[in-house]
């Protein structure tokens, strides 16, 4: 499979456990999203918090904590599971990130959707 509108990256391109930021659309308002891998599975979040609405990292592609076993924000410290993106310690417990459906198929992490309705509705 080539890439496409619907391609983030190949899932080899990510570290395992590891992270990495992306960006859908142009402009001044792009969706801004990041990826999660843990071995085969990937997890892609819109990166807002739900506490104040900050980006979860201050470096680029780093989002977990340093075990790599958990989702960090960096703003106030809310920790989120990484499978599912619900909050588990921090300011905002028991609230979740906005998931990002996406699918590993052939090597390469694609969107589940449009990527115009992604941004329509989250950017
Ligand atoms: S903005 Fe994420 S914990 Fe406050």
């Keep these: 499979m080539s890439a496409s509108a619907r391609t983030i990256c190949r899932l080899d391109a990510l570290e395992d456990p590891g992270s ?5 659309g142009s402009g001044p308002w792009p969706l801004r999203g990041f990826l999660v891998r843990r071995g085969d599975d990937v997890f892609a979040y ?19 904590t340093p075990d790599r076993a958990w989702i960090l924000c960096n703003s106030h ?9 619900r909050c588990v310690a921090g300011p905002c417990v028991g609230r979740a990130l906005t998931a990002i459906e996406v699918v590993v198929r ?3 992490v694609v969107l ?3 990527p115009d309705a992604l941004i329509a509705r989250h950017a």
């Design 77 to 85: 410290g809310a920790i989120f599971e990484i499978a599912g993106g």
């Design 46 to 64: 819109v990166n807002r918090c739900p506490h104040a609405g900050h980006p979860l990292n201050m470096r680029p592609h780093e989002f977990l």
């Design 106 to 108: 052939d090597g390469w």
């Design 112 to 114: 589940g959707e449009d």
């Design 20 to 24: 990495s930021a992306f960006t859908l």
